[in-house]
């Protein structure tokens, strides 16, 4: 994408924050099997969906910059799994502090930290000590996509060969990925399986979502220009796979065109990673936060309103002051995240320079971004 005009951390930051608004809802039972919580729950499936397209489209083009396998994975990792750890480490120390001396306690963190540490929160989802008698007894329900990206992330550089080994038949191996996707979705529940459920909603069925991301990549210069028509196209796309279920299949299309019109039509610059990227940490910091407000009663004492405030100005908070303390110091200085943050002190430099004052700002080298 280069230089190119976007709105895309803005995109992100909006669907972590519709994600946040539904597990706040859900887990404080403000509208406990009602219509507005099914509502929601809809809105953070097509957000969730959504961070899919998106990531294919920003990791495949990241691989395809990359020098070496190496490179690729180390841009990831950096980018990942230093808020990840943190986010997993700080309610195991709270569930070590208010559980020690209980039986079982440590064997049970321990167990906690095995599993979410490689990803595997469904394995252990629950902490001693920690929101036992709530609604939804899980320290932190939205990681779940989390293996889901890092299997996608462990994929691609396999998907890019063989997609590369078919040349002018690239086109074709993406197809088959896409139907292949879309029979996982419709096939699995049918069978009646274990867990059918759950797997339906894992890396194959969600396969498709990826694969229009990395289409997009391949297809940018071409469809961006084009970015009303595709806002116009995709959002009817979307309501008549939302209004048909049978028309699934229309979904993607549907998100995909919505996400290219909202972020690459001609406007506003919406520049949401200027103070700090903060979408990633407003996803992975919600749910713990959220759930240990209700432990508190804040929710009770406050209402549903008063709660989803208090919960979001700490949300944001902590979001904050994961991305300046941990997940920006964890990047390579010629991240596009890092520069996007930068960008307010490039811009105090220039002004700066033109009064005859130079701040010896040094700002990095205009990189793609990873």
Known sequence: MGTTFNRLDFVRLVLASFVFLYHTVALSAGSEGGAFERELSILAELSIQSFFIVSGLLVYGSLERSSSIA??????????????????????????LVSFGSEGAVSGIFRYLAANLVFLNFLEPNLPGLFEQQRFSEV?????????????YLALPVL??????????W???????????????RLIPVLDLPFSQQLARQLPGQMMFFAAGMALWRLRHHILPRARLCLFLGTAAL????????????????????????????????????????????YIVHFPIVQALIALGVFETLGLIGGIGASALLVFAASYGLWWWV?????????????????RAYDERVRND??????????????EPT
């Open 327 to 343: 997940e920006k110091p964890s990047l390579r200085r010629d991240s596009h995240y890092r520069r996007a943050s930068e960008e």
């Open 71 to 96: 490179d690729y994975a180390g841009k990831r990792i950096r980018r990942l799994y230093p808020a990840y750890a943190v986010v997993i480490l700080v309610p195991a120390l709270f569930s070590l």
């Open 140 to 152: 932190n329900g939205a990681l779940w996509t989390l293996k889901i990206e890092v299997m996608f």
């Open 171 to 185: 086109w074709m191996g993406l197809a088959a990925l896409t139907v292949g996707a879309l029979v996982w979705v």
């Open 160 to 169: 890019a060969w063989i997609l590369s080994r078919l040349k002018s038949a």
């Open 354 to 367: 033109h009064a005859g004052r130079d701040t010896g700002w040094d700002r990095d080298p205009d990189t």
């Open 239 to 282: 309501y008549v796979s939302l209004l048909i279920p049978e028309l699934y299949s229309l979904r993607v299309l549907g998100l995909t065109g919505l996400l290219v019109g909202v972020a690459f039509t001609p406007g506003p610059n919406l520049n949401a990673a200027r103070w700090g990227d903060v979408s990633y940490g407003v």
